[in-house]
C-alpha cells in the first residue's frame, strides 16, 4: 500500500521534471537555432497552403456521365464527324477507344475540353454495326473514371466484347505500394517523432524508424507511377513512360507523394541530422503525414471539405503517433528496460486523447462516407470497414489491457510484465500492420456516398421533331420515386407557351401499363411531374403529349434508359 | 377488291369504337356539297357531365351554320380563311372556323348529338379525310378529341381522336 503511494508520487514527480526539461530544452533550441526553425515554420506553413490550394480543385465526387452525343443506344443514319460526352464536373480524358462492330479498337486522341464537355474528333468514317465509344477520364478526387457507350450506324448488329478486365498484377502494385507508404509514413515518421519527443534520449528504435522511412521513399515514387498506369488503363509494362509519370503527378495523388516525400525527409532528418533540431524537424514530420493524407482520396474528397480535411489530417497525425511509437517503445522495453520507464510513462500519458481524437475522426469519417448502415454489409467499401473495425477491436483490447494493467508495473521495473508488454506491442504492431492492408483496399472501392451521388444523377434525353423539341431528364435516374423537369421548345428552337403537357411512360415489355401524368408549371419556364414512381429499370418510352394551342397536341417520344437502383 | 375489304373493316372497327369516342355520325361525303355534320356525343369526361362542346371549323369548310339547342348557349367564332373559296359565283374569304355550345348539362350516362352544316370547297383533296377537332369540357376537366394520326399511322392506336369523315370525288 505504501510502496504504491510513493510510486505514484515519484511518477508525479517526473512527469513534472520531465515536462520541465521538455519546455526548457524546447526554448533553448529556438533560441539557438532560431534562424533554422524560421525556416522549418516557413516549410511547414507551405506544405499546408500547397494543401489548402489543392483543397477546392478536388472539392468534388466521382464524376459521372450525364450525357453524351451520339446518346447511348442511339441508331444513327451515317458516321458522325464527331462524339461529345458531357460530364457532372470538368473531367480530363485518360484514354478514348472507339471499338467497331469486329471489335477492333480505334485510339482517338484528338479531343477538346469545353467546360465540362469533351468534344471528340472521328477520324475515320464508320461502317454500319453497333460501336462501342470506350472513355476513361480522371475526376477531380483523382480517381479515374470509365464507361462506354454504345450507338450504331445503320441498324444494330451484336455489340462488340469490349474488354474491362481488372489488371491484378497492377492492382497488387497499388496496394504493395500503399502499404509500404503507410510503414513508410506512420512507422517511419511516427517513430522519429516518438524517438525525438517521447523517449528521453534513448535511440531504441531509430534504425527500425529509417528503414520504414526508406521504405516510405522508395514507395511513395513507385505509388505515383502506378496510380499513372491505373489512371491510363495502361499496364505495369508502361511504367518507364514520362507520360505516366506526368499523369500521376498530375492526379491529387500528386500531392500525396510529393507531401509524403516531405514528411520522409523531415522525418530521417531529425534522426540522422543535429539533434538540437530533431524535435523540430519530427513535429514537421508528423504534421506533413497529415497534410499528405488530407491532399488526396475518398475522405478527403468527401463534403464537407472544410470538415473532411483537417479530419483526415488529425486522423493521419493520430495514427502516426500511435503506430509509430509502438516499435521504439518495444524495442525499448526489451533492450534498455531501466530507461525505458518514463518513455513508456511519457507515451501511455499522451496516448489517451491521440485515441480520442483517432477514434472521433474515424467515427465522423465512416459516417461522412457510409451514410447509411445498411451499405455496411451492402458494399464492398463496408466490409472493408467491418474488417478494420474488427482489428481495431483487438488493437484496442490489447492496448487497454497494456495501458491499464502492465504499464504501471512495467514502469516499476517487473520484468515479467516487461516481458509480456514487449510481447503485446508485437502483436500491435501486427495488428496495425493488417489495417495498413485493409485501409489500402479502400483504394479499389467508392464508397457509399460517391455511389449514392452517381446513383441520384439524372436520367435524360433530348427530344427533337420538327414539330417541337423537349428536354427531360428524370432524377434520380433510377427505379422508384423519382420526379420530372421537362423544357419544351418549338421545333426550331424558339419558345413554346404549352398549354398543358402530359408525361407518358410506357414499357410495352414488362406488361406494366403506360403511366400518365399531367406536368405542373413551377413558374421558371420548366414543367416539372412530382410523386412519380418508375416500378422497374430499363429501356422505356418516354411521350410528352404537348397541347399547343386549345384544338392542337403534339406528341414526341423517345427511349429513356432507367437504372436499376 | 382489297380495298372494299379495307373499308369493311375500318367501318367495323368504326362501330366499335363509336360507343367510346365522339365521332360524326355521317363519315363520308363528297367535296363540293353541302355536308350535315352530326357530332355524337357519347359519355362525359372521366364520369362527370357535359357542360361545353365545340368543334374547331378545318379549312376548306366554309358557309358554316351551327342548330340551336335548348339549354345551350350557341356561339361561332369568326375568322379569315387561309383561301378564297367560290361559294355560288362569289369569293367567300372569311367565316366560322369554331363552333362552341356551352352552359349545358349532359349527364354521363345520357347521349346527345349537336349539329351544323357546312359547305365542302370542291377543291378539298377526295379520298382523304378531313378532321373535325372537338374538345369536350365537363366540370372541371376536359377530353381533347384532337389527335390526327399521323402520316401511316393506325387511326386506332390513339387514344382521343379527332372526328373526321371521308371526302368521296365530286358529284
Known amino acids: 500500500m505504501i510502496s504504491l503511494a510513493a510510486r505514484s508520487v515519484g511518477g508525479a514527480g517526473r512527469r513534472l521534471r520531465g515536462s520541465d526539461m521538455s519546455v526548457a530544452s524546447f526554448q533553448w533550441t529556438t533560441c539557438r537555432f532560431g534562424k533554422r526553425a524560421g525556416w522549418l515554420a516557413i516549410g511547414l506553413a507551405t506544405i499546408m497552403l500547397l494543401a489548402v490550394i489543392a483543397a477546392p480543385n478536388q472539392a468534388f465526387a466521382h464524376a459521372a456521365l450525364v450525357t453524351a452525343d451520339p446518346a447511348d443506344g442511339m441508331v444513327l443514319g451515317q458516321s458522325p464527324t464527331q462524339f461529345s460526352l458531357t460530364f457532372s464536373e470538368p473531367v480530363s480524358p485518360l484514354v478514348l477507344t472507339l471499338v467497331r462492330p469486329d471489335g477492333t479498337p480505334l485510339p482517338l486522341t484528338a479531343f477538346r475540353l469545353n467546360d465540362q464537355t469533351v468534344e471528340i474528333d472521328n477520324p475515320r468514317t464508320l461502317g454500319p454495326g453497333t460501336h462501342v465509344l470506350s472513355w476513361r477520364v480522371i475526376s477531380a478526387d483523382g480517381h479515374p473514371v470509365g464507361g462506354s457507350v454504345l450507338f450504331s450506324i445503320g441498324a444494330p448488329s451484336a455489340a462488340p466484347i469490349v474488354s474491362e478486365a481488372v489488371d491484378w498484377g497492377l492492382r497488387s502494385a497499388i496496394w504493395t505500394g500503399r502499404v509500404l507508404l503507410y510503414i513508410g509514413l506512420f512507422l517511419g515518421v511516427g517513430g522519429a517523432f516518438a524517438i525525438a519527443w517521447l523517449a528521453k534520449g534513448g535511440r531504441s528504435g531509430q534504425r527500425f524508424a529509417i528503414a520504414a522511412m526508406l521504405c516510405g521513399l522508395v514507395a511513395a515514387p513507385l505509388s505515383l507511377g502506378f496510380q499513372g498506369l491505373d489512371a491510363l488503363g495502361a499496364p505495369l509494362t508502361h511504367l518507364s513512360q514520362p507520360v505516366v509519370w506526368q499523369t500521376g503527378l498530375g492526379t491529387s495523388f500528386g500531392w500525396t507523394v510529393l507531401i509524403a516525400l516531405i514528411a520522409l525527409g523531415l522525418g530521417l532528418f531529425s534522426l540522422v541530422g543535429p539533434r538540437a533540431d530533431a524535435r523540430l524537424f519530427a513535429l514537421a514530420g508528423l504534421a506533413s503525414v497529415g497534410a499528405a493524407l488530407a491532399a488526396s482520396g475518398h475522405a478527403s474528397a468527401a463534403e464537407p471539405q472544410w470538415l473532411t480535411r483537417p479530419m483526415v489530417f488529425l486522423h493521419g497525425v493520430g495514427i502516426a503517433f500511435w503506430a509509430g511509437a509502438l516499435a521504439p517503445l518495444g524495442l525499448a522495453v526489451r533492450r534498455q528496460p531501466a530507461e525505458a520507464g518514463l518513455f513508456l510513462h511519457r507515451f501511455s500519458q499522451a496516448i489517451l486523447p491521440v485515441v480520442a481524437v483517432l477514434a472521433a475522426t474515424g467515427i465522423a469519417l465512416a459516417v461522412i462516407q457510409v451514410q447509411a448502415p445498411a451499405a455496411l454489409l451492402g458494399t464492398a467499401y463496408g466490409r472493408l470497414l467491418l474488417v478494420k473495425l474488427a482489428l481495431l477491436f483487438f488493437l484496442f483490447t490489447l492496448a487497454a489491457t497494456n495501458r491499464w494493467k502492465l504499464t504501471a508495473p512495467a514502469e516499476a521495473g517487473e520484468t515479467e510484465v516487461q516481458r509480456r508488454l514487449v510481447r503485446s506491442i508485437g502483436v500491435e504492431m501486427l495488428i496495425v500492420l493488417a489495417i495498413f492492408g485493409v485501409a489500402a483496399g479502400w483504394r479499389f472501392t467508392p464508397p457509399p456516398r460517391a455511389l449514392a451521388i452517381a446513383a441520384a444523377q439524372p436520367a435524360s434525353i433530348h427530344i427533337h421533331t420538327p414539330k417541337a423539341m423537349a428536354d427531360l431528364s428524370i432524377t434520380p435516374g433510377h427505379a422508384g420515386p423519382v420526379s420530372a423537369s421537362i423544357v419544351v421548345m418549338t421545333g426550331d428552337f424558339g419558345p413554346l407557351d404549352a398549354r398543358q403537357v402530359t408525361l407518358v411512360l410506357s414499357k410495352p415489355d414488362s406488361g406494366i401499363e403506360p403511366i400518365k401524368r399531367p406536368a405542373t408549371k413551377p413558374g421558371d419556364g420548366t414543367w416539372r411531374v412530382d410523386d412519380l414512381v418508375i416500378p422497374v429499370a430499363g429501356r422505356w418510352t418516354a411521350r410528352l403529349d404537348i397541347l399547343v394551342s386549345d384544338f392542337e397536341m403534339v406528341k414526341i417520344e423517345a427511349q429513356i434508359d432507367i437504372r436499376a437502383e | ?171
Request: charged share 20%.
Open chain 2, 1 to 171: 377488291m382489297n380495298k372494299y375489304l379495307l373499308s369493311g373493316c375500318a367501318l367495323a372497327l368504326g362501330t366499335g369504337t363509336a360507343f367510346a369516342h365522339i365521332t360524326l355520325e355521317t363519315q363520308e361525303a363528297a367535296v363540293g356539297s353541302t355536308y350535315k355534320a352530326i357530332l355524337r356525343v357519347p359519355h362525359g369526361c372521366e364520369g362527370k357531365a357535359t357542360t361545353a362542346v365545340r368543334v374547331q371549323i378545318p379549312e376548306g369548310v366554309i358557309s358554316v351554320k351551327p342548330m340551336p339547342k335548348p339549354g345551350w348557349t350557341l356561339q361561332v367564332k369568326k375568322g379569315k380563311y387561309e383561301k378564297s373559296y367560290q361559294l355560288y359565283g362569289e369569293a367567300v374569304t372569311s367565316g366560322v372556323r369554331e363552333v362552341d355550345w356551352s352552359g349545358g348539362s349532359l349527364p354521363d350516362e345520357f347521349y346527345d348529338e349537336f349539329v351544323f352544316r357546312g359547305t365542302l370547297a370542291a377543291d378539298l383533296p377526295a379520298g382523304q379525310t378531313l378532321y373535325f377537332p372537338v374538345v369536350q369540357e365537363c366540370d372541371g376537366a376536359a377530353d381533347r378529341w384532337i389527335e390526327i394520326p399521323a402520316a401511316g399511322q393506325d387511326e386506332d392506336a390513339l387514344e382521343y381522336p379527332a372526328p373526321g369523315i371521308k371526302l368521296l370525288p365530286k358529284k
